[in-house]
């Protein structure tokens, strides 16, 4: 995690973090994998599926970074690019069983990469919650 006055970061990367997880994610995707192409042969609703099946875990097997500063807070993530949401659009934070979720004020939830620990979690909620109060807004 890196931290300065007015900005807050932190990369994550589950599939390093769990390896035991790791493994049964990767062993799951083969076995999908090779049901599609006993299931389907070879061809394009094959290569479809499977692109489906590895998009769909994108978030547990690549690595994302997150930016919490005075502009907002930013995901980046490959694939998906980079995600920039304005204090103006953000209404809170909210830390559950299947992760974080940054609230939006359109009424939608937005997952976001975990913490590498409490502090840092606390630390986010803390900052989140001086920006949308106004108490630590950007020059």
Same mark, same amino acid.
């Given at each position: !995690?890196?931290?300065?006055?007015?900005?807050? $970061?932190?990369?994550?990367?589950?599939?390093? =973090? &769990?390896?035991?997880?790791?493994?049964?994610?990767?062993?799951?995707?083969?076995?999908?994998? $090779?049901?599609?192409?006993?299931? +389907?042969?070879?061809?394009?609703?094959?290569?479809? *599926?499977?692109? *489906?099946?590895?998009? $769909?875990?994108?978030?547990?097997?690549?690595?994302? %970074? !997150?930016?919490? &500063?005075?502009? #907002?807070?930013?995901?980046?993530?490959?694939?998906?690019?980079?995600?920039?949401?304005?204090? &103006?659009?953000?209404? #809170?934070?909210e830390?559950?069983?299947?992760? *974080?979720? +940054?609230l939006? %004020? %359109? #009424?939608? =939830? =937005?997952?976001?990469?975990?913490?590498?620990? *409490?502090?840092?979690? &606390?630390?986010?909620?803390? =900052?989140?919650?001086?920006?949308?109060?106004?108490? %630590?807004?950007?020059?």
């Amino acid at each position: !995690m890196h931290q300065s006055e007015h900005r807050l $970061s932190w990369d994550s990367n589950p599939f390093r =973090r &769990d390896p035991v997880r790791a493994v049964l994610v990767v062993l799951i995707l083969v076995v999908c994998s $090779s049901l599609t192409v006993w299931w +389907l042969g070879y061809g394009w609703p094959t290569l479809t *599926l499977i692109t *489906l099946f590895v998009f $769909s875990l994108r978030d547990f097997l690549l690595p994302s %970074n !997150m930016v919490v &500063d005075g502009m #907002g807070i930013t995901l980046s993530a490959p694939l998906t690019g980079a995600k920039c949401w304005s204090w &103006d659009e953000i209404s #809170g934070v909210e830390a559950g069983p299947r992760g *974080l979720h +940054l609230l939006l %004020n %359109n #009424g939608t =939830r =937005r997952r976001i990469p975990q913490a590498p620990d *409490l502090a840092a979690l &606390d630390e986010l909620r803390l =900052r989140v919650k001086e920006y949308l109060q106004g108490e %630590n807004a950007p020059e």
